[in-house]
Every structure is written in C-alpha cells, then in structure tokens.
C-alpha cells in the first residue's frame, strides 16, 4: 500500500492596507528608523484599521477565500478549519467556527490553536496529523494575528515590532511521499514571564486597575527573548537537518518566523545556508505571529518547485519553538 504524506497544495495570504512606517512611529514613541532598521531589520508594518475591517477574522476569511479560489475547491469540501492565533476575535467562541460559516464551510468543524509565534508551526503538526491518519482529506491551516489589538502605541520595546496579517495553506494527501517530514517542536512554560499578555485571562480578568495598568497590552524582555530565540531557534533547525542527513546544500528555502533579522541570519549561519536560500519579509510586514511562516510561502509561492526542500523554524512566546522538515508538492 501506497504511503500517505500531507502536502500543501495551496496558499493564500492578506495584510491590510494601511502602512505604519518607522517614519511615522518617530512620531509616535523615542525612536528612529535607523534604530529600527539597525536591530530588527523592519521599515514598515501593517494595521488593521476599523475604516477597513475588524477582528482577526476579516483578515483570515481573505487568506482563505484565496486558497480555495486557487485550488479551485468549494468550502463545503472542507472537514476542518484550525485557526493558528495569539489574537482571537474573543475568548470562547472560537474565531474559526467563524470562519468556517462566513466562507460557507457548512461540512467543516473548527477550532483555533494557540502558541504565540509558534502557532502556525504547531497547527502544520496538527493539520498534517489528521490528513496522515486518514481521517480527514481537506484541512485549511490558517495563521492570523491583529498584533495591533494588543500593542501599546506608547512602549517602543513592542510597538515597532508587531504587524498584523494572515496567510493560509490546505493540507491533502499526497501519495507521491511529498508534504511534511519531519518536525521537532518544544515548549517551556516558564519562559511566559519574559513574553506575553497578563491581563484578560483567567488569571487577571479585566478591571479598571488592569486596564490602567496597561495589563491587556503585549510585554516583553527583548533581551531575554533574543538570547533564547537566537540559541533555540537554531538548535532546532540544525537538529532537524542532522536527523534527516541534510546539509545545508540540500536545502532549497529556510521559512523562519520573522521576529528579528539577527535572529534568522543566526539560524541561517549555523544551518550553512546562504542568505538568497532564506525566506524574509520582515521588513515590509515585521512580525505577524501566527501569519508570518504563511506569509512567506505566500511571497514566495512562485519560485518555489515540486520536490523543493523547505525548512521551517519559530520561536515565539510560552516559550514555544520548533521546526519543521517539508517538501514542496506542486510547481
Ligand atoms: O516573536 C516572538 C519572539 N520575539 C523575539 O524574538 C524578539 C526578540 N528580541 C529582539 O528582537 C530584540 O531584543 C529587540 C529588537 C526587541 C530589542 O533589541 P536589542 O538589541 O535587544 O535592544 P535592547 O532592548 O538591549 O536595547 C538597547 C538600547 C536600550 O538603551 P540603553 O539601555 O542601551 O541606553 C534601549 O532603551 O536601545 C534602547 N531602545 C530603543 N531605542 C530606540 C529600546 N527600544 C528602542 C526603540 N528605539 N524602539
């Protein structure tokens, strides 16, 4: 019998129309555009504006309308829709149950899978699971994220690093051993002090102190989050090549989560890789979260071809990290 990988079989993607340069945040907070430039290699990123759409799910619905124009599939072919996001609509009702109506995904179930900047890594462990099992043919991994939603607009530790977007991908069964092959992902909850949003959970629900305490907005220890990201995010990814007899050679892109430019030429060098082998947007889109791997493969769509080796790296907030070994299935 004929082994069953899953493979992606298309992509789509959406970032708003409006523009945040680092011209503008010069405006806005104590920074400039050579600082920003300097240290995370981003010039702009993009905001959702409520003139234009509101909720990560405006976003979602447009990258996965776009998949399924591109495969040439009806939503009603779905069984499953998993949205990968830091920034649901809200808590509880699942922003992908929403997605699955608004498309028309009548015969599709939904739910929304969270793990910070690792959320679209996780969700393509996921996805895959269920097509390798048999258990369901068409799965649509969607990564999304209105960063804006919980950026303070006064700290410039977080407010010129974080873009909003979303991109999607279907997985299907391949037969012809193309799609992921391999994955190695951690976890390492005490890494949520350095990383993360306080209020709005179960642990600090909203008060006025919170809100005044500006709780609900994302915080981070830069520097703390570099030093482990930059170590782990390599680790991961050499381990990844080294399991599967690869050199750096072998590989045709690096995907990596675009948190920080140093970050991924860190990861690159010690993959052996060259810099025209490693996917980069961050300096029109900075970071998404969840949409940033999608995105790239968005960008990138037209110069990749069938049997292409793509290794995919994050690292993001919990602390989450990983990386993901897969071949690309169609030109
Ligand atoms: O996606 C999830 C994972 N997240 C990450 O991977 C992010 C990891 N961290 C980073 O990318 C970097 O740590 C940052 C880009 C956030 C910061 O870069 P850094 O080189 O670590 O800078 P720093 O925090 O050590 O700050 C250096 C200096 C400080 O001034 P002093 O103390 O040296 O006088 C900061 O106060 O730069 C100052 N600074 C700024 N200056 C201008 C901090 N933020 C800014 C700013 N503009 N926006």
Redesign the pocket.
């Known amino acids: 019998m004929t082994k069953t990988t899953a493979a992606i079989t298309a992509v789509g993607g959406y970032v708003p129309q409006f523009v945040l340069t680092n011209q503008m945040l010069e405006g806005m907070?104590?920074?400039?555009d050579e600082?920003?430039t300097s240290?995370?290699g981003i010039k702009e990123r993009r905001v959702l504006k409520p003139e234009e759409g509101e909720g990560t799910s405006y976003m979602a619905i447009k990258a996965a309308r776009e998949v399924l124009e591109k495969r040439g599939i009806d939503a009603s072919e779905l069984d499953l829709i998993i949205v990968a996001t830091a920034t649901p609509d809200s808590l509880v009702a699942s922003t992908a149950a929403f997605v699955a109506s608004e498309i028309g995904a009548t015969n599709a179930f939904g739910y929304d899978l969270l793990a910070?900047?690792s959320s679209f890594l996780f969700g393509m462990s996921t996805a895959a699971s269920y097509i390798v099992s048999g258990t369901y043919r068409k799965v649509l991994l969607i990564g999304a994220d209105k960063m804006s939603s919980i950026i303070n607009y006064k700290d410039?530790?977080t407010c010129?690093?974080f873009g909003d977007g979303a991109g999607a991908v279907l997985f299907e069964p391949n037969t012809e051993g193309l799609g992921l092959q391999d994955e190695y992902l951690r976890a390492d909850g005490k890494g949520r002090q350095f990383?993360g949003m306080e209020g709005g959970g179960s642990l600090m629900p909203a008060t006025e102190e919170s809100v005044r305490n500006n709780k609900h907005f994302i915080f981070?220890d830069?520097?703390t989050?570099?030093k482990f990201?930059v170590s782990n995010m390599a680790d991961v990814a050499a381990r990844i090549l080294e399991r599967n007899h690869l050199k750096g050679s072998d590989v045709a892109w690096l995907v990596p989560?675009q948190?920080?430019k140093r970050?991924i030429d860190a990861t690159a060098k010690r993959m052996g890789l060259e810099g025209e082998k490693v996917m980069m947007n961050i300096q029109k889109y900075g970071?998404t979260?969840s949409a940033t791997l999608p995105l790239l493969l968005h960008d990138y769509e037209s110069r990749l071809k069938k049997g292409d080796k793509l290794v995919f790296a994050a690292?993001?907030?919990g602390f989450t990290w990983g990386s993901a070994y897969l071949t690309w299935a169609y030109d």
């Open positions: 907070v104590e920074t400039n600082w920003i240290r995370t910070a900047c410039r530790t010129i690093i990383l981070q830069g520097k989050v570099f990201a989560h948190a920080n970050i970071n979260t690292f993001g907030g």
